[in-house]
Every structure is written in structure tokens, then in C-alpha cells.
């Protein structure tokens, strides 16, 4: 009588699995869909949808004067006292170009799974962006966006190459 059950145990969680990947499988397909434009909310007009820029430098990594990347410690997101001097500096940047609007990128090393990271980014990005409001900048001028692991600035695997990929940067938006 013991056979009974351990079959019907090993049927159900055949068919569970069959289930999963046959949902897998669906939304795999779902996700090669080429269409280039997203439909506005609302119905009408599209956005067209642009590819994303996979530069690891961003744009303030020595290339726009008075913008600085903030680095953060590991499995942190809160801001240290040089990252508060950086981001004094990047307040008055944007004091100084009040038409610009920027978004703030949050990274992270290449350590923990994806959605740590993900997660992680978005809180250092958020930290900045609150501290940057806190130095009068208005909060629509910013918009944040977490990159996790995905864009590293050093590709080592040595505590040096880690600190510097565990970062927020400045990308100005048009």
C-alpha cells in the first residue's frame, strides 16, 4: 500500500513541474516581442523606446566638470562624510544649471545575487537623491535608476576593483 501514495506523490510533482515550465516557457515567449514603441497610458500615441546605454563610465566620471561620483562601503547605502562633500559640490553644479535635469545611477560590486544588487543600488541612488534635496535641489529634477551589478566600472575581482563599482553617478537627462 506504501507504493500507491510515493507514485501519486511523484505524478503530482511531475506534473507541477511540467506546469512551471510550461508557464516559463510562455513568458519567455512573451518576452522576444520586438515592437520598439510602449503605448501611453490611456491609449493613442507611443513612446518610442530607446536602447539602453551600457557606458560603465556614466557621464560624470571626469567628463563633466563638477558633477563626482559617490562611492559607497560594502552592503551599504548610507552616505559617508566625503560623499556628502561630493555631493555638496553636485548640488551647486546644479544650482548653477537650473535648466538641467539629472539621473542618478546606483551600482553596486559584482558580490550577492541580482536582486540584492538591484535593490542595493536603488537605495544608494535614493540616499543621493534625498541628500541632494536636502541641499535645495527640487526632486523632479531628479530621477533615479539602479543598475545593480550590471555596469561595472572595474571588472577585477579584488577589493580595490569592488570599491570602486559600488557607487552612485550622475547622468544628465535631456
Same mark, same amino acid.
Given at each position: 500500500?506504501?507504493?500507491?501514495? /510515493?507514485? !501519486?506523490?511523484?505524478?503530482?510533482? $511531475? /506534473? ?15 518576452? /522576444? ?20 546605454? @551600457? ?13 563626482? /561620483?559617490?562611492? @559607497? ?25 537650473? !535648466? ?27 540616499? $543621493? ?14 530621477? $533615479? ?19 570602486? !563599482?559600488?557607487?552612485? !553617478? @550622475?547622468?544628465?537627462?535631456?
Amino acid at each position: 500500500m506504501s507504493i500507491a501514495p /510515493t507514485q !501519486n506523490n511523484w505524478m503530482k510533482q $511531475v /506534473t507541477l513541474a511540467v506546469a512551471a515550465l510550461a508557464l516559463v516557457a510562455g513568458c519567455k515567449g512573451k518576452q /522576444t516581442k520586438t515592437d520598439d514603441s510602449v503605448p501611453m497610458a490611456g491609449g493613442g500615441d507611443t513612446v518610442e523606446s530607446a536602447p539602453l546605454s @551600457f557606458n560603465p563610465q556614466g557621464s560624470d566620471s571626469g567628463e563633466i566638470a563638477g558633477l563626482s /561620483t559617490v562611492n @559607497f562601503d560594502l552592503d551599504k547605502s548610507a552616505l559617508g562624510n566625503a560623499a556628502k562633500e561630493k555631493l555638496r559640490g553636485n548640488a551647486a553644479w546644479m544650482k548653477q544649471n537650473g !535648466n538641467v535635469k539629472l539621473q542618478i545611477e546606483g551600482h553596486c560590486d559584482a558580490r550577492g545575487s541580482v536582486e540584492y544588487n538591484i535593490a542595493l543600488g536603488e537605495r544608494r541612488a535614493n540616499a $543621493v537623491k534625498a541628500y541632494m534635496v536636502s541641499q535645495g535641489i527640487a526632486g523632479d529634477r531628479l530621477s $533615479v535608476i539602479s543598475y545593480g551589478k550590471e555596469k561595472p566600472l572595474d571588472n577585477g575581482d579584488t577589493e580595490s576593483a569592488y570599491a570602486k !563599482n559600488r557607487r552612485a !553617478n @550622475f547622468v544628465p537627462l535631456q
